[in-house]
Each structure stands twice: as C-alpha cells, then as structure tokens.
C-alpha cells in the first residue's frame, strides 16, 4: 500500500533557464523561502549547498547543447518540513545509484562528482528519479533541527 503525498501548506514555484548565473538565483530564493521556518543559519548555508549542487547537476548535465528549462518548486508539509524539487527535461541519467557514488561524474576532467553526496548530507531526504531521454527529478526534504527537539518534549 502507498501513502498518499504530504499535503503542502505553502508552495512556490518557479521556472528559469539552464544557465550558471541561474544558480546563486535558485539558492538565494531557496534560502529565502526556508526562512519562513525555525531553521538556524548553518542549516540554512546547507539548504543553500543542496540546491547549488541540485540546480549546477542540471545546468552542468541535463543540457549538453545548452538551453532548457529548470522548474524548482519550494514547499512547507503540514509536519513543517521543507521540500525542495529541482526538475530538468533534460538526458535524463541512464544508472541513478551509480549517480549517486561520491566521485561518479559524468566530466571526471572538470568535476569531482560530490554533487549528490552533499545533496544527501545536508537533507534529511533525497529521492532521485530520472530515464535517459525523460529528464530528471530531485526531491530534497528537511526539517528544522530545532522543530525536531521542540517535538520530542
């Protein structure tokens, strides 16, 4: 039996091209949104990580010719977490476990392929789903540190 999503109780959603400038843009507007919530400013510098390396992924990989779309959607639970997805209609990746092995790069002379390491370091949830030739799906979620302690009261 599958359970049905988490309700979102705020959302944003947004959509910009490929483009390394684009990446400070996607953190900036990440970190702001995840603002709203208790974070503390190191969680905060983390969030910024995880969408950098989510949003660079897709500039650097999804696009080899250049151009493309990126949509991010933002998004609070009703538990308070924040979700974070980062969606390219790009190559798609053909072995997303392999993907997701420190130092797996598609461009070993320019990267170090740590992008998902992180992504998975700083994120209490990292789901990646992706086929060659249909684009890729990175969801990210997090929850305040603070929230977490505050709960178990």
Known sequence: MTTAPERLVNYVTMEFPAEPDNVAFARTAAAVFASRLDFTLDELDEIKVAVSEA?????????????????????????????????????????????????????????????????????????????PGAGTRVVMVKAPARAAVAGAR
């Open 55 to 131: 949003v660079s992924n897709a500039v650097l990989h999804a696009y080899p010719g250049g151009g493309g779309v990126i949509r991010m959607e933002l998004g609070v639970t009703g538990g308070g977490a924040l979700k974070l997805t980062v969606i390219d209609d790009g190559v798609g990746i053909a072995d997303v476990d392999a993907a997701r092995r420190p130092q797996w790069t598609t461009r070993p002379d320019e990267r170090m392929g740590l992008g998902f390491t992180f992504m998975q370091e700083y994120m209490d949830k990292l789901d990646v789903v992706s086929r």
